[in-house]
């Protein structure tokens, strides 16, 4: 099976060769900048003139938005734009006009309705000191070292790592796996090299084949399964928070830079400055690194996993969890399982946005109207079930894989969207794939015993 995956290393670099990947990053904004305020005095002029009543035909013409329109715009102007430019590489130049492209591309799709997700705005210039510095190398020497302390970029030589590259070596070597491309980047005052990979991955199989956990998400634990296991939420941004504090007060108290008078930051609040990112990677490491190794050790061990389809947007309008939720990490969880389940050979099945998993009792499937956020214990009225909330929805979860199977291939009794809990016989219609007439469940749904309101997806290998 093959995949794209990334492996990331940090780097140690001398201070000529950050002086040499700095230029590189340079280079990425000159061209971006260049190409942005091409295209936007186009758009700006044919704007005016179409308030002076400017035919169609008559307007200054449109510059195209695509890579290789702007790279040959771009070469024909770089000797007078910088005429520096045969001191970095080209992918250099490349890379800032890439990102312009996929910016305003991203930007029509979004006006014209064709691209999902939130509104995408018009692309902004980059600033020296509040961008980024990165740089992307697709072509050119691009390799491992075999000593695996040390890896070879174009223009920019040998550069030594901080980690081993055994990993990466071991994939390379052996003929599984072939780089792509490299991008260098500074990180939390840290620089970092990562590759992008497509690796011939082994078929795996998880330890339990059979088995299905379900898995709810939330602050108090980080994550509930339905095998009773309780997995503690490190809360790694409120353990910093005191010390973020501390080296927050100390910047506002340094010199820093003013746009308005062109006042530049001084050497104290610069190195403030860098505290600062440095303590709010470290959450950032720690953060990722328990949730790699939860999805990790959830993959490999179960066959099917259930998640919820959280709307954590929705879910950060709440001033007083919208911080710990951030601090958690949903949506970070959720995409790793998405794609760990197929490199294990397990799937993810995620249950619709308004499947009342908390509000159904596990064990008679009866459904509350109202269950309020202070209630941490589920008791059922039904069937005299007490259980604690995020594990009566976990073993809800669960539940849900059993329906899947049941109901064959695709999607099970879509919700819809009247955003209502609809109480215990009532099943939700079911649309067909393609289709806009609703179809009501088979006999095979109520036979189950378990909720049919719910919408399930399947990540496959």
């Not at 011939?200 to 379900?214: L, N, Q, Y």
């Not at 910093?240 to 003013?258: C, N, V, W």
Request: charged fraction near 25%; aromatic fraction near 6%.
């Amino acid at each position: 099976m093959k995949t794209i995956q990334a492996y990331r290393f940090a780097l140690d670099l001398t201070p000529g060769q950050e002086r040499a990947v700095l230029a590189h990053a340079g280079a990425a904004r000159v061209a971006y900048n260049w190409a942005l305020a091409r295209v936007k005095a186009v758009m700006d002029q044919r704007a005016a003139e179409r308030s002076y009543g400017v035919g169609d035909d008559r307007l200054t013409p449109a510059v195209s938005w695509s890579l290789p329109a702007m790279r040959k715009a771009w070469n024909a102007a770089k000797p007078a734009v910088a005429p520096w430019w045969p001191e970095v590489s080209k992918e250099a130049f490349n890379t800032g006009l890439d990102a312009l492209a996929r910016g305003l591309a991203n930007w029509a799709g979004s006006r014209s309705g064709t691209r999902a997700g939130r509104l995408v705005g018009f692309p902004r210039f980059r600033s020296r000191r509040r961008s980024t510095p990165s740089v992307r190398f697709t072509t050119g020497a691009i390799r491992v070292e075999p000593d695996r302390r040390h890896v070879v970029l174009p223009r920019l030589g040998q550069l030594k790592v901080h980690e081993s590259t055994r990993k990466l070596a071991r994939r390379v070597e052996a003929g599984t796996a072939r780089i792509m491309s490299a991008t260098v980047r500074r990180d939390g005052g840290r620089w970092h090299v990562a590759f992008t990979v497509e690796v011939e991955r082994a078929e795996r199989s998880p330890a339990r084949p059979d088995s299905v956990v379900g898995v709810d998400v939330g602050i108090r634990h980080l994550a509930v399964l339905s095998t009773g296991e309780l997995v503690p939420n490190p809360r790694h941004l409120v353990g910093a928070r005191s010390r973020l504090r501390a080296l927050g007060r100390t910047l506002s108290r340094r010199q820093g830079p003013d746009r308005r008078t062109g006042r530049r930051p001084s050497n104290r609040w610069q190195r403030a400055s860098a505290r600062l990112g440095r303590a709010h990677a470290r959450v950032a490491r720690l953060r990722r690194d328990g949730l790699h190794k939860l999805t990790s050790r959830l993959t490999r061990e179960h066959g099917t996993v259930v998640a919820e389809d959280l709307h954590v947007a929705g879910m950060l309008a709440n001033r007083r969890l919208a911080r710990h939720i951030t601090d958690a990490g949903f949506a970070e969880l959720r995409r790793q399982l998405a794609y760990k389940t197929g490199w294990n050979g397990g799937r993810l099945l995620v249950a619709d946005r308004w499947y009342p998993s908390s509000k159904t009792c596990s064990g008679c499937g009866a459904v509350k109207t109202k269950l309020a956020l202070s209630e941490r214990e589920y008791r059922c009225a039904a069937c005299g079930l007490v259980i604690d909330r995020d594990h009566n929805a976990a073993r809800n979860l669960a539940a849900l894989a059993v329906e899947y199977d049941t109901a064959g291939s695709g999607p099970v009794a879509a919700r819809g969207a009247d955003q209502k809990t609809r109480v215990r016989g009532q099943v939700a219609a079911k649309r067909e794939p393609g289709t806009a007439t609703p179809v009501r469940p088979g006999p095979s749904h109520r036979k189950a015993g378990l909720p049919t309101v719910c919408s399930l997806e399947r990540t496959e290998r």
